[in-house]
């Protein structure tokens, strides 16, 4: 009998954590959008951006010019704007190749 109220708690706890996480991504992401309509121009592909990182939190300059048909220049300045507004942050440390992740987002799985 102790096995099925140790199956329900985790139940409880599982489903508590999930509406949690739930509730963070939906202010999270009412808080990146709310900043990326002062990108002016170019706030349509942050938000295209935006979604894709929803999906895979890790992306380089290189793959943002191919998905959003950039030059590699459009893409490195979009990047460097979603970083300072503290969307993105770089992770290698490294000159070149460099690769952003979505952090902020990432950090909710990871708890």
């Not at 990108?39 to 979604?51: D, Q």
């Not at 440390?93 to 952090?103: I, M, P």
Request: aromatic share 10%.
């Amino acid at each position: 009998m102790h096995w099925v109220k140790f199956f329900l708690t985790a139940v409880v706890e599982t489903a508590t954590k999930g509406k949690r996480t739930f509730i963070e991504i939906m202010q999270l992401r009412n808080e990146v959008e709310n900043t990326i309509l002062t990108f002016g121009k170019r706030a349509e592909n942050a938000k295209k951006l935006l979604l894709h990182l929803y999906q895979r939190p890790v992306i380089s300059v290189n793959e943002t010019a191919e998905m959003l048909d950039l030059s590699h220049q459009s893409a490195s300045i979009l990047i460097r704007k979603l970083e300072e507004n503290n969307i993105l942050s770089e992770t290698t440390g490294y000159q070149r190749n460099r690769l952003y992740v979505f952090l902020r987002y990432f950090n909710l799985f990871m708890e």
